[in-house]
């Protein structure tokens, strides 16, 4: 049958069994949501801003397992979702950008809303397109979907002038292909000597990341970490892939990771990286970091092989099979020399004794008591993530939502609307701060106007807290531009978008407050006030070796 474009890019929508897309409309597009509004089977999001659109794709990617879905029109509507893509580029998030444009004919004249998008989000997209032929538009959003969803995932923008959308052709109905794993390039020698590096290793240490999640490979992880009997640092991207209280378990790790974790990769003979990059906030300073032990990496993109540290021995693979791999190679082992070592490190260093973290920790006891450690999380980006990876209690993989790469601030409120409208069997939360929130705080109004049950846990501490930390540390004290003095009651500016407000004292127990909050059903912002200098420790100071932590335990 012979259809426009735009009723072309809404079918293809639905064979990729899309039912939930944000975005915000404009003259580029305007066919595109005509052909939605006539469709009527797909759900559209208006957000209230299109960089709240990217984020809460990203957010609907990351909790669903799925794809994310967001349009804009040209120009800055196209613009506006760049930090939200360059966001999912950097954690590696399955995401399809639509964006509108000129028509072809006023392409490369400086026309009304017209941008170079493509040029704009090459080096943030796993791959971008301007489609220029109708017959043709069916087959690249098909081609983008199986681009953002294959391999290590990642976003990819698909840019249509606005002819496009009105011309028309034959469309045909086509299912999806399904996205298969490939096999792992590595040969059986590759495989045998992995096993063979583990068998040998007395004091092994496993450091996983983000393609655990990505691979929903939680539960294969755990199984690897027991049978070989091996402590497990987690990188931010993966806290939810371990239950706090495992005795294997060590902790965050890197710049504001445990001592435990951070002592383990030093003092191992063997460091197993699954899913995980060597970021510089995990490593720190690079030179030594090789000294007396082997490593060994599995990752799925040969790109991240011997990037930033040398290894021992790679396998190229996902995550989910590559440890199912091994799972049926290795020896069941006990080191318990090793793993007694660990514990110590454990009980003497806790996370938690930073008197300087004592109130945020409340807060988010409190909340996973309240939550039995199963909400989703999501974050903006500052001392509240790094005390919300640190203190909440996850007991389900695949919970943590957060901007680890890219560090985006204003990315938490987004990114939860997303999550709400893809597991709405879950409580999420959005644990953030005042700086970050106030950037995208307007997204409240899409919270209230969809009904969703979200509460926004406001960590108030009147300043940008991570940068303010650092300038206390390593700047005398020179709190340029980071005090947030202005006057606003977030309470007040909940309830001015229609949701409700709560607000939580310094010395106040958050547990009442809380469980309201949690009962409320609908969008909800508790102002939870946090002392000036409280700080995340601990902290590996920049420039700085893993084991050269500050601790912060001084009174």
């Known amino acids: 049958m012979k259809l426009s474009g735009a009723e072309i890019i809404i079918q293809c929508l639905k064979e990729q069994k899309v039912d939930t897309i944000f975005g915000f409309p404009g003259g580029a597009v305007i066919q595109i949501y005509d052909a939605l509004f006539r469709d009527g089977t797909i759900n559209h999001i208006l957000t209230a801003h299109e960089q709240g659109a990217s984020h809460a794709a990203d957010g609907y990617a990351r909790a669903s397992g799925r794809v994310g879905v967001c349009l804009a029109t040209s120009g800055p509507g196209a613009t506006n979702l760049v930090t939200g893509i360059a966001t999912a580029y950097m954690d590696s998030i399955p995401l399809v950008a639509i964006t509108g444009n000129t028509p072809m004919n006023l392409l490369g004249k400086d026309s009304f809303q017209e941008v170079d998008i493509l040029g704009i989000t090459m080096p943030v997209t796993k791959h971008n397109y301007m489609v220029t032929d109708v017959a043709k538009l069916a087959d690249t959003i098909r081609e983008a979907f199986a681009i953002a969803a294959s391999g290590r995932p990642g976003p990819v923008l698909v840019d249509i002038p606005k002819n496009i959308t009105i011309e028309k052709t034959e469309y045909e109905y086509r299912e999806p ?51 070989i009997d091996a402590c497990l640092g987690l990188s931010l991207m993966a806290m939810d ?98 793993m007694g070592e660990i514990r110590e490190l454990r009980e003497k260093f806790p996370v938690s004794r930073a008197p300087q973290s004592k109130r945020p920790k409340e807060l988010l006891d409190a909340l996973t008591e309240l939550t039995g450690g199963n909400a989703l999380i999501a974050t903006e980006v500052g001392q509240h993530q790094m005390w919300a990876a640190q203190f909440y209690g996850f007991r389900q993989p695949y919970s943590f939502l957060t901007s680890g790469g890219l560090g985006t601030m204003g990315y938490g409120t987004g990114a939860a609307i997303g999550a709400c409208f893809a597991r709405r069997d879950r409580q999420v939360v959005s644990v953030a701060g005042d700086g970050s929130f106030r950037m995208n705080c307007q997204e409240l109004s899409t919270a209230v106007q969809n009904k969703l049950p979200l509460v926004i846990l406001l960590m108030n501490n009147k300043t940008l807290g991570m940068v303010r930390q650092w300038q206390t540390l390593f700047y005398n004290g020179n709190y340029s531009a980071t005090t947030l003095d202005y006057a606003i009651d977030w309470v007040k500016l909940a309830e001015s978008f229609g949701a409700k407000g709560f607000r939580i004292g310094a010395q106040d127990d958050p547990r009442p407050v809380l469980k309201q909050a949690l009962e409320s059903g609908c969008p909800v912002l508790v102002d939870c006030d946090i002392p000036l200098d409280n700080k995340v420790f601990p902290m590996v100071p920049p420039g700085a070796a893993l084991d050269e932590l500050v601790l912060g335990d001084e009174a």
Do not use: Q
Not at 195 to 210: K, N, Q, S, T, V
Not at 284 to 293: D, I, P, Q, V, Y
Not at 325 to 338: A, F, G, I, N, S
């Open 177 to 227: 292909e399904p996205v298969t794993i490939p096999r792992s390039p590595a040969t059986e020698e590759d495989w045998n000597r992995a096993a063979e590096m583990i068998r040998r290793a007395e004091r092994p240490f496993i450091y996983a990341g983000g393609g655990i999640t990505l691979g929903r490979a939680a539960k294969e992880l755990a199984a690897l970490v027991r049978k």
């Open 241 to 338: 892939c371990m239950e706090k209280d495992d005795p294997h378990y060590t902790g965050m790790i890197g710049m504001h990771g445990s001592k435990a974790s951070n002592m383990a990769m030093k003092n191992c003979d063997l460091l197993i990286v699954l899913g995980a990059r060597f970021s510089d906030r995990v490593v720190g300073k690079t030179e030594g970091f090789h000294e007396n032990k082997r490593i060994l990496h599995i990752d799925i993109d040969p790109a991240e092989i011997n990037k930033n540290v040398p290894t021992d021995h790679f396998i190229i693979s996902h995550m989910k099979p590559a440890l199912e791999e091994l799972l049926k190679r290795v020896e069941e082992k006990k080191h318990p020399r090793w």
